[in-house]
């Protein structure tokens, strides 16, 4: 028992595979690929299936029968594989439906965490505004400042003219 993992060796967790697959969204998508590949296998040996059986269903008739007896007592039987067939419809589009949540998801969790860093960042700076040190005009006589404020010029046709007071 050389890992733990959530109080059960690792080795001996039968869930272990999946959990790691549901970690991945890639991996995760990767195995709805596998399952959806075999379920479209199975729906298209079931509707020749269905098929095949609906022709012989309907064929087999009994002597004495009147019209559409054969087809009226076939119905049961093509009923039922004809509503498998439609699960499976459903399952596979399921399948794809699931994949694409999970790689959305991830995509949301991502975008949650860039915006509250943003937000943290902006309150960070909200709470604690950066200190400028005051301009020195000693030896810059015809210097400006950076920030003008209501001293500064007013348009841009007289930028080399005014200065702040």
Not at 33 to 43: E, G, I, N, P, S
């Amino acid at each position: 028992m050389s890992t733990e993992n959530n109080g059960q060796p690792f080795f001996d967790d039968p869930n272990a595979a999946l959990r790691e697959i549901a970690q991945n969204p890639a991996a995760y998508a990767h195995y709805l690929a596998d399952f959806h590949r075999v379920v479209l296998d199975m729906q298209a040996k079931l509707e020749v299936l269905q098929h095949e059986t609906r022709v012989h269903c309907r064929g087999t008739r009994v002597e004495g029968d009147k019209w559409k007896q054969a087809q009226l007592r076939s119905f049961p039987v093509e009923k039922s594989l004809n509503d498998v067939i439609k699960h499976l419809k459903k399952a596979t589009s399921g399948l794809e439906k699931s994949a694409h949540k999970r790689h959305a998801h991830d995509e949301k969790v991502k975008e949650v965490r860039s915006s509250r860093k943003e937000k943290e960042q902006l309150k960070a700076r909200k709470n604690n505004p950066p200190l400028q040190a005051a301009p020195e005009n000693s030896g810059q006589q015809g210097a400006q400042s950076p920030d003008m404020g209501y001293g500064g010029p007013t348009s841009i046709y007289n930028l080399d003219r005014r200065e702040s007071a």
